[in-house]
């Protein structure tokens, strides 16, 4: 089973993703995603979300806001349970990524690009300010089918 948290920093109307197509045999490969990761062993879900926002784009978020899990039933192999998150306040100056290139993407347009078919789901959530539980079930890359609950 692999822990992981996921965030969407926000500023202006733009989200910041990142183009996953730097790392050598990165499941996200050529895909846009939020930014994030694995959690390390005693690290909670805010910790690491933090963290991993800072590893990767150099930004350090204030007060993440939590949004829901995310359980990905044997993805590649193996059960994910993915934290989500949004960020409005953060300060620092954005780096490179050694994942991939980072962009502030027009929050219209987020859906046009290349992304995973649950993101496709759950990412109007976020703007529709949802709280949610849900569980996606793929074959390789494609998605089989999908089920939430809502707070």
């Not at 202006?12 to 939020?34: C, E, P, Q, V």
């Not at 899990?69 to 059960?79: M, Q």
Request: glycine share 10%.
């Amino acid at each position: 089973m692999k822990l992981a948290t996921l965030c969407y920093v926000k500023r202006d109307g733009k989200t910041l993703m990142i183009h996953r197509m730097k790392r050598a045999g990165d499941i996200h490969a050529g895909k846009w995603n939020g930014l994030g990761g694995k959690l390390e062993p005693g690290e909670s879900p805010e910790q690491c979300v933090i963290r991993e926002v800072r590893e990767e784009s150099g930004l350090e978020i204030i007060q993440p806001r939590y949004h829901g899990l995310l359980v990905f039933a044997d993805f590649k192999g193996e059960d994910w349970y993915v934290w989500v998150f949004t960020a409005e306040h953060f300060h620092g100056t954005l780096t490179d990524s050694s994942e991939g290139q980072l962009a502030w993407i027009s929050d219209e347009q987020i859906l046009s690009l290349p992304l995973w078919p649950s993101d496709q789901v759950f990412l109007p959530w976020l703007k529709e300010d949802k709280i949610f539980s849900a569980r996606f079930q793929y074959n390789g890359d494609e998605m089989r089918g999908w089920e939430a609950t809502f707070y």
